[in-house]
């Protein structure tokens, strides 16, 4: 058995304000990404360039947080929240959805191409090969909180959480983290350096959301469910909530032809 290294979820206090992991897991996630983006932006020769993703930066952030925090309260606890609407958002209590983040950051992206005149898919694919920087940080986060850890397990590399029994259980959140992240980060680079499929508005968006729905299936096979949901069937709501991403990964991956060039 791993022995759970304890790091204080607060990386550094001013005064009375707290700089939690988390938060800079979001931060950290946000700014590599935004470069990371329109480092590839540049190599193209139509829009979004590197201005256009310097601008959509607040758009993100509002569609992660918007989208995160009502797509948790409408797919995870909506009795509880439709009962309690003035907690919606209350982020700082905790609960964010990565599909709901995701559907606002979509919405963000349509808005704004719309606005700027950009295809909206070509903004997509770079913000989708982005995402997983943002995701191996936030799935770091999730474990040094030692939370949404994983079933129990008597394997070598079962850890005993300081929230999660006295039974030693998988460190999901670290498959999840090599999977969603680095994996998939892998990925969509290895299809972004190839002209041809970079070139085609919604292969890349198409692969991020169909290797997003792989990974997170795989992983929720070792992740503890929700207390407050369980089971759904023989499912959880985290793989339910992934299958429509492949069906409609595979779809834009499929139907993505040559770029027009703007």
Same mark, same amino acid.
């Given at each position: ?12 206090? $001013?005064?009375? %304000? @707290? ?5 800079? =897991?979001?931060?950290?996630?946000? #700014?590599?990404?935004?470069?990371? !983006? ?79 005149? $950009?295809?909206? %898919? @070509? ?5 989708? =090969?982005?995402?997983?920087?943002? #995701?191996?940080?936030?799935?770091? !986060? ?121």
């Amino acid at each position: 058995m791993l022995a759970f290294p304890e790091i204080d979820p607060i990386a550094f206090q $001013i005064g009375p %304000m @707290a700089i939690r992991w988390y938060a800079l =897991a979001y931060i950290a996630g946000l #700014l590599l990404g935004w470069q990371y !983006a329109a480092h590839w932006a540049r190599k193209n020769t139509w829009r979004p360039n590197a201005e256009d993703f310097e601008n959509f930066l607040t758009w993100a952030i509002f569609g992660v947080v918007l989208g995160g925090r009502i797509g948790y309260c409408l797919f995870y606890q909506p009795e509880y929240y439709l009962s309690h609407p003035a907690e919606i958002l209350m982020v700082w209590h905790g609960g964010m959805s990565f599909h709901g983040g995701a559907l606002g950051v979509i919405a963000a992206i349509i808005a704004f191409a719309r606005f700027n005149k $950009i295809h909206w %898919m @070509a903004l997509g694919d770079l913000v989708a =090969a982005a995402t997983p920087i943002g #995701l191996f940080f936030g799935r770091i !986060a999730n474990f040094i909180n030692g939370e949404l850890y994983g079933r129990v397990t008597d394997s070598s590399l079962g850890m005993v959480f300081p929230n999660g029994g006295e039974l030693p259980r998988h460190p999901s959140q670290l498959y999840q983290a090599a999977m969603e992240g680095l994996i998939l980060f892998a990925v969509l680079f290895f299809v972004l350096r190839n002209d041809k499929l970079r070139a085609r508005h919604g292969f890349t968006g198409g692969a991020f959301l169909a290797g997003y729905g792989c990974a997170r299936i795989i992983g929720e096979l070792f992740r503890e469910p929700d207390a407050f949901l369980g089971f759904i069937g023989i499912f959880t709501m985290g793989q339910l909530l992934s299958l429509p991403m492949i069906a409609v990964g595979v779809f834009l991956m499929l139907r993505a032809r040559p770029a027009d060039v703007r």
